[in-house]
């Protein structure tokens, strides 16, 4: 009985020991993306970076109401700082709650452009991946990378998750408008 035990317990590993091959292989791509995943249209493309520059003018304009309608109610934003000891501190937090940071009486408004942004867009789920400058009170206070994914819901892309780098150097002068 034991010998059986171990027989069966051995028969695993003697299976994945085996060379695996395929029938029929399937064909390495020979054009962009035939066969599987859909190119973003400019369309698509055009409608997830107008939700995201609403929001952002909404940002510099301190307009909550704005800024909630490019928001899902799931919507979380992540900060990259860099820790006092060193490292990465990682801020988790809910979308009213970054509302509420970037909205408090006396602090000035953020302005925060993004340029070169990377768009893929595959049904109701968009990424984005850009440069961003942030300025306060017309001064250039860090700069870094956007991370954004969106999700469509009735038609309209809305902001689902937020995520940057952090860096106070080499981010040059204020980019144009």
Same mark, same amino acid.
């Given at each position: ?13 003697? /299976?994945?020991? #085996?060379?695996?091959? $395929? ?8 054009? !962009?993306?035939? %066969? +599987? ?28 109401? /704005?800024?909630? #309608?490019?928001?899902? $109610? ?8 860099? !820790?006092?000891? %060193? +490292? ?49 009170? +017309? ?39």
């Amino acid at each position: 009985m034991r010998t059986l035990f171990l027989a069966l317990l051995a028969l695993p590993l003697i /299976a994945a020991c #085996q060379p695996q091959t $395929s029938i029929s292989p399937v064909p390495a791509p020979t054009g !962009a993306l035939q %066969g +599987g995943a859909v190119e973003t249209t400019e369309q698509e493309r055009a409608g997830v970076l107008a939700s995201i520059q609403d929001f952002m003018v909404a940002l510099r304009m301190r307009d909550t109401t /704005a800024m909630y #309608q490019h928001m899902d $109610s799931l919507t979380h934003i992540t900060l990259l700082r860099p !820790a006092r000891e %060193g +490292g990465t501190r990682v801020v988790v937090m809910t979308g009213r709650q970054f509302v509420a940071a970037v909205t408090r009486p006396g602090e000035p408004g953020i302005d925060e452009p993004i340029r070169n942004p990377d768009v893929h867009v595959s049904g109701d789920l968009a990424t984005v991946w850009a440069e961003y400058q942030v300025r306060r009170d +017309g001064n250039v206070t860090h700069c870094g990378f956007d991370a954004f994914h969106l999700v469509r819901r009735n038609g309209r892309w809305m902001l689902l998750t937020i995520a940057d780098t952090f860096q106070t150097t080499g981010c040059g002068p204020a980019w144009p408008r």
